[in-house]
């Protein structure tokens, strides 16, 4: 059973920078196209960036874009998401989200939730002064 936990939240101020992890256990994550989405209160959960099987393709939304990158260690089953400038509005609990397994390698799995099928519990963002 494929099991994600995330990990680096906190409180940060603005302008600040974290990075988040996701550990993945129970199977290989060469397989998986892995997402991260955020839920803030009152709000939908969104996703934020996606990453191909092979790390050699990347997604984000607008609303991050140019100021979070994400990244994958296969060897260390874990993926990355490097949050600078962050504000205000990025306070939300952070989810990471595994798709596959993925046939092909450069695939992108998306931002939309059904294409996830393993989910993390998520990690607490807060950014304030």
């Known amino acids: 059973q494929l099991q994600l936990v995330e990990s680096g939240g906190g409180l940060v101020q603005p302008g600040g920078s974290l990075r988040l992890s996701c550990a993945v256990s129970g199977f290989s994550l060469d397989y998986y196209g892995i997402g991260w989405f955020r839920q803030a209160p009152g709000k939908e959960r969104e996703g934020i960036s996606c990453i191909s099987r092979n790390g050699g393709r990347t997604a984000y939304a607008d609303s991050v874009k140019g100021r979070f990158t994400i990244s994958r260690d296969d060897a260390k089953n874990t993926v990355y998401l490097q949050m600078n400038s962050l504000k205000p509005e990025d306070t939300a609990v952070y989810f990471c989200?595994?798709?596959?397994?993925?046939?092909?390698?450069?695939?992108?799995?998306?931002?939309?939730?059904?294409?996830?099928?393993?989910w993390g519990q998520g990690t607490q963002v807060t950014v304030s002064s």
């Open positions: 989200a595994a798709a596959g397994p993925i046939y092909e390698r450069s695939r992108l799995p998306g931002l939309e939730r059904a294409a996830f099928g393993s």
